[in-house]
T-cell receptor, first 113, second 110 residues
Framework: DTAVSQTPKYLVTQMGNDKSIKCEQN?????MYWYKQDSKKFLKIMFS???????INETVPNRFSPKSPDKAHLNLHINSLELGDSAVYFC????????????FGNGTRLTVT | QKEVEQNSGPLSVPEGAIASLNCTYS??????FFWYRQYSGKSPELIMS????GDKEDGRFTAQLNKASQYVSLLIRDSQPSDSATYLC??????????FGTGTRLQVFP
């Protein structure tokens, strides 16, 4: 069984479109995250939620809006997509923010043309 | 200064050698440190965590932490071609934000 699953795996779209990426974890973890990995492999945190509550909101354009309907789901909606949004987006979860490891989903490769 | 720094590599070592990967961090208050391995096209996976000064060994992997020098390292003994990957150092800031370095690409050649 997949622990952290995100869909879609690939997303190709044009500038200006709006798209969503979905993430679900079946580990019973309280905290979920969105990370962005750019072409240079730099993995940068975007958001984190703990029990549906927003904990971390990094300097991310407000075109990015996370939504957590329950603690097992954290979706990412992106409005007015730009070329610079092209990256791999990873969802992750952890039981405890302080010491437990992150479990990553398989990533969504977003390509904006 | 970047929050977590790593040499991007590539670090090339022959099979059977010891690979040494290094990481420095800027926040003196950080208490939790992790090493993740990422194969090309895959997601990062945790291989080691360390919370106190000194060495921590797990199989062929040894993590070393020196909080006074703000330095974390990962040693891989008896390196195998299957160890070829990008190794990401991660440091927990403010008890809630895991910050990653840019990763070091390791190449183990037969």
């Amino acid at each position: 069984d997949t622990a952290v699953s995100q869909t879609p795996k690939y997303l190709v779209t044009q500038m200006g479109n709006d798209k969503s990426i979905k993430c679900e974890q079946n580990l019973g973890h309280d905290t979920m995250y969105w990370y962005k990995q750019d072409s240079k492999k730099f993995l940068k945190i975007m958001f984190s939620y703990n029990n549906k509550e927003l904990i971390i909101n990094e300097t991310v354009p407000n075109r990015f809006s996370p939504k957590s309907p329950d603690k097992a789901h954290l979706n990412l909606h992106i409005n007015s997509l730009e070329l610079g949004d092209s990256a791999v987006y990873f969802c992750a979860s952890s039981q405890d923010q302080e010491v437990s490891p992150l479990h990553f989903g398989n990533g969504t490769r977003l390509t904006v043309t | 200064q970047k929050e977590v720094e790593q040499n991007s590599g590539p670090l090339s070592v022959p099979e059977g050698a010891i690979a040494s990967l290094n990481c420095t961090y800027s926040d003196r208050g950080s208490q939790s440190f992790f090493w993740y391995r990422q194969y090309s096209g895959k997601s990062p996976e945790l291989i080691m965590s360390i919370y106190s000064n000194g060495d921590k060994e797990d199989g062929r992997f040894t993590a070393q932490l020196n909080k006074a020098s703000q330095y974390v390292s990962l040693l891989i003994r008896d390196s195998q071609p299957s160890d070829s990957a990008t190794y990401l150092c991660a440091v927990l800031y403010n008890t809630d934000k895991l910050i990653f370095g840019t990763g070091t690409r390791l190449q183990v050649f037969p």
